[in-house]
């Protein structure tokens, strides 16, 4: 099945850019995902990336995949206070039932 | 437009109690439902999901069951909470041919 792997904590600089790496093994995986949790708040769809793209930009948001070797980034451009959250990639689990498999969630933190 | 509710929003209970929370989903027919916990590391687990009307498929043996009584209801149960039901749960959906979870709120338990 999916198995998807994120670093845990990332801090940044007000006004820099955040680079949000993700791994993951099933190379079969159509849709990727990412997703943005607010403190005891639920998921949020961010945006997701069909596997025949390299590249997705949305606003500030600019979602690279590296098919060749099963990476994720999401790069956040002038990283806001607003933008401190956990930060999820999910691909599609395995046995049916339209299953996301989530990794474990990168922290960021921006510092004034 | 389509919206999800869940409720309770915040729940203690003593062990070995029974807990039930809820999920609606409005806006669409026959989505696919989905019960996630977040426990304290952070990673999201998918517990329960359902395809239809008392379709429930189990992704791991533990305490906890799930029913689907309406096409947009889903509902989370245990006879008898034990402190490790302790964590954040999430309610969430999609379209039955869609390729993207839209989650709810969350529900945070707590067993003492």
């Known amino acids: 099945g999916e198995d998807v792997e994120q670093s845990l904590f990332l801090s940044v600089r007000e006004g820099d850019s955040s680079v949000i790496n993700c791994t993951y093994t099933?190379?079969?995986?159509?849709?990727l995902y990412w997703y943005k949790q607010e403190p005891g708040a639920g998921l949020q769809l961010l945006t997701y990336?069909?596997?025949?793209?390299d590249m997705k930009q949305d606003q500030r948001l600019t979602v690279l995949l590296n098919k060749k070797d099963k990476h994720l980034s999401l790069r956040i451009a002038d990283t806001q206070t607003g933008d401190s959250a956990i930060y999820f990639c999910?691909?599609?689990?395995?046995?049916?039932?339209?299953?996301?498999?989530f990794g474990t969630g990168t922290q960021l933190k921006v510092e004034l | 437009s389509q919206t999800i509710h869940q409720w309770p929003a915040t729940l203690v209970q003593p062990v070995g109690s029974p807990l039930s929370l809820e999920c609606t989903v409005e806006?669409?027919?026959?989505?696919?439902l989905y019960w996630y916990r977040q426990a304290a590391g952070r990673g999201l687990q998918l517990l329960f999901y359902?395809?239809?009307?008392?379709?429930i498929s189990s992704e791991v043996p533990q305490n906890l069951s799930a029913s689907r009584p309406q096409d947009r209801q889903f509902i989370l149960s245990s006879k008898k909470l034990l402190l490790s039901d302790s964590g954040f749960y999430l309610c969430?959906?999609?379209?039955?041919?869609?390729?993207?979870?839209?989650f709810g709120e969350g529900s945070w338990l707590t067993v003492v």
């Open positions: 969430a959906w999609r379209f039955p041919s869609g390729n993207t979870i839209y």
């Open positions: 099933d190379s079969s995986s159509t849709y």
């Open positions: 999910a691909g599609p689990g395995t046995g049916g039932g339209n299953k996301l498999t």
């Open positions: 806006g669409t027919s026959n989505p696919n």
């Open positions: 359902s395809v239809g009307i008392g379709q």
């Open positions: 990336i069909f596997s025949n793209m």
